[in-house]
């Protein structure tokens, strides 16, 4: 997870709008390094605070809205000719359906 830490009076979801690049190539690079990790529930993104300010503001994505924001990334990303890191992102969706499968074919009959 990355730390982002400001001095002065943005707010967070200012602080969001102009980090974003930051905030969706944290996201690829968290669920890159945890989806095949049954165990992971949840990765957290990003940390952001403002010093001497409100408590940080943690962004967490649980393991459901994995596929879902991997392709906003990609819509993210495909304006920008971000092609490797949308490429990133429908390697990991098709890893993710692959592993899926195999992992429901194993299952018992009605479960």
Do not use: A, H
């Not at 974003?20 to 990003?46: A, L």
């Not at 392709?71 to 990991?92: A, D, G, R, S, T």
């Amino acid at each position: 997870m990355s730390k982002l830490q400001f001095k002065g009076k943005l707010t967070v979801e200012e602080l969001i709008v102009r980090y974003r690049w930051e905030i969706y190539n944290n996201i690829v690079k968290s669920i890159e390094s945890n989806y095949k990790d049954p165990t992971v529930d949840q990765v957290e993104i990003v940390e952001i605070s403002s010093f001497g300010e409100d408590p940080p503001t943690v962004i967490i994505l649980t393991r459901d809205k994995f596929k879902e924001w991997l392709n906003k990334c990609i819509e993210f990303f495909e304006p920008l000719e971000e092609y490797e890191k949308c490429q990133e992102c429908v390697n990991i969706i098709r890893d993710m359906s692959k592993n899926n499968k195999k992992i429901k074919s194993k299952l018992p009959n009605g479960i």
